[in-house]
């Protein structure tokens, strides 16, 4: 049975929930499935659940546990200890607001996990294998292989398909670099496994994941240094803005190594040593722990995707706009199929794959309007064209809103970053970055907005409630109205006004 350290009372209740080990397995009649599924995370989850919902008879084929990892090893377990890191951040700066703390403030690192796998196993009910049973989806666990265009094998049983959908996601990316595997380096997986807090701590990788998390060890005491080949952290998102992140990590102490390449791996005594190289010399870096996050690579081994005729490439599978692969019958869905590797990405892009491959559906994935958010302190948040490209454009507006301008910003001592926009001539947002504390939460309502054309005008005219950091949402269309007053209209209005006096 699939198995999680360590190996306590909380990682088992998940495991009871969504990889039971007395699960038996559903009888197969020889009547082919509406859908059959391959991969139990979100993408997968969403599929089957969506499938039988409407009626279709739908298999689930997972060979580890199901909700993958997000439930596993990412979106759930990381934020149950960036919550953790959040509250002992807090603390240590609760003098700020005039409340005094007697003593060191201190870390159980013990604690923190064993509670972030407390309320990982107290989520893991949403994606339990049971509840998907009741909704009327047949749930295998073992390797799915496909063994034709419209079959698949699992645990030696045959299953036929009108349609499939592959969302087998993908798995931290590990480079051949000299050493990896006699340090013991560890990724996403190994760090929710850890028990102890290491002291001294080595992220490769300043992306999403390595900022997050070296962040959330610096918090809980970890000597942190970030090491990544980029000129700077956070190289998708706008320079500005991740410079914001930047500034607030090194204050906490964390060094950030950029433009760094890591050349191997090392051991001196029980020291793990990164060797790297930085402006043509090479440096070397000691560490108890060693984690990587340079990025994902698609799981797309191992499936039969050679015998039921789908095209791939190390990048994940090929799909079309409606995420129908080289084979008609099966589309993927997800991070094997996705640039955007999130959740709510999965989410929407499965609800996509159903509706295309059962109905006729003509959506497009291209379609979608999709945000993401790196959950750092402050966070960062985009939605549609960043600084870049808004720059080779010359016929946007680019709209900006200080927290420093919102009030309950303010009032919380949160008033670092800013709300931006790029907008056309008419309003209409045709991207936003936000980076400050809860950007995730502020950066919604500008994608709902893309999403249904709202334009900044009609944004202004919204009322919000005051104080709240939503407010600095409204401020920028009032910035974008601001910029109707032409010198003409002026003019025309400041006559009319003295003509009434």
């Known amino acids: 049975m699939t198995r999680i350290l360590p190996n306590d009372v909380h990682n088992q209740n998940m495991a009871d929930l969504v990889h039971p080990s007395d699960w038996s397995p559903p009888a197969v009649s020889g009547d082919s499935y509406n859908l059959v599924v391959v991969g139990g995370g979100t993408a997968g989850l969403i599929a089957a659940l969506g499938t039988a919902g409407l009626g279709g008879r739908v298999a689930l084929i997972e060979k580890h546990f199901l909700g993958g990892d997000c439930l596993v090893t990412g979106c759930v377990p990381s934020k149950g200890l960036l919550s953790a890191a959040h509250v002992a951040h807090q603390v240590r700066q609760a003098g700020d607001y005039g409340v005094r703390i007697d003593g060191d403030v201190t870390v159980d690192f013990g604690a923190v996990m064993e509670r972030m796998r407390k309320i990982r196993a107290d989520i893991a009910h949403h994606d339990a294998a049971q509840k998907l049973k009741d909704a009327g989806v047949d749930v295998f666990f073992g390797a799915g292989t496909f063994t034709g265009p419209d079959t698949l094998e699992v645990n030696g049983t045959s299953l036929r398909f009108a349609k499939a959908v592959i969302a087998t996601g993908a798995r931290a990316l590990r480079p051949a670099i000299p050493g990896i595997d006699d340090v013991g380096v560890i990724d996403n997986e190994g760090v929710f496994e850890l028990t102890e807090l290491p002291e001294r701590m080595v992220v490769v990788g300043a992306g999403p994941i390595g900022c997050e998390l070296g962040q959330a060890f610096r918090r809980f005491g970890s000597e942190v240094t970030l090491v990544d080949m980029a000129p700077r952290i956070l190289n998708h998102d706008d320079a500005d803005a991740a410079a914001i992140v930047a500034n607030q990590l090194e204050s906490e102490g964390i060094t950030l190594a950029t433009s760094a390449k890591v050349l191997r791996f090392e051991t001196d005594g029980a020291d793990k040593i990164v060797v790297f190289e930085r402006h043509g010399r090479e440096e070397r870096l000691a560490a108890d722990t060693v984690l990587l996050a340079i990025g994902r690579?698609?799981?797309?081994?191992?499936?039969?995707?050679?015998?039921?005729?789908?095209?791939?490439?190390?990048?994940?599978?090929?799909?079309?706009?409606?995420?129908?692969?080289?084979?008609?019958?099966?589309?993927?869905?997800?991070?094997?199929?996705?640039?955007?590797?999130?959740?709510?990405?999965?989410?929407?892009?499965?609800?996509?794959?159903?509706?295309?491959?059962?109905?006729?559906?003509?959506?497009?994935?291209?379609?979608?309007?999709?945000?993401?958010?790196?959950?750092?302190?402050?966070?960062?948040?985009?939605?549609?064209?960043?600084?870049?490209?808004?720059?080779?454009?010359?016929?946007?507006?680019?709209?900006?809103?200080?927290?420093?301008?919102?009030?309950?910003?303010?009032?919380?001592?949160?008033?670092?970053?800013?709300?931006?926009v790029y907008a056309d001539k008419k309003g209409r947002i045709l991207g936003a970055t936000v980076v400050g504390r809860h950007a995730g939460e502020v950066i919604a309502p500008l994608t709902l907005a893309m999403t249904n054309g709202v334009t900044l005008g009609q944004i202004a005219s919204t009322i919000h409630a005051y104080p709240t950091r939503m407010d600095i949402v409204k401020r920028l269309g009032d910035s974008y109205n601001r910029t109707r007053l032409t010198p003409f209209v002026a003019t025309l209005l400041k006559t009319l006004l003295a003509w009434r006096r």
């Open 297 to 420: 690579a698609p799981n797309v081994d191992g499936i039969g995707l050679e015998a039921a005729e789908v095209a791939f490439t190390r990048k994940g599978i090929e799909v079309n706009d409606g995420l129908q692969t080289s084979n008609p019958r099966i589309y993927a869905s997800g991070d094997v199929a996705s640039k955007f590797k999130f959740t709510h990405a999965a989410d929407a892009l499965s609800r996509i794959a159903v509706q295309n491959a059962l109905f006729f559906g003509r959506k497009k994935a291209s379609d979608l309007v999709i945000p993401w958010s790196t959950f750092t302190d402050p966070e960062l948040s985009h939605v549609g064209i960043g600084q870049t490209e808004a720059a080779k454009r010359g016929d946007l507006s680019v709209f900006e809103v200080g927290f420093d301008h919102n009030d309950r910003s303010l009032l919380e001592g949160e008033a670092t970053g800013f709300a931006r």
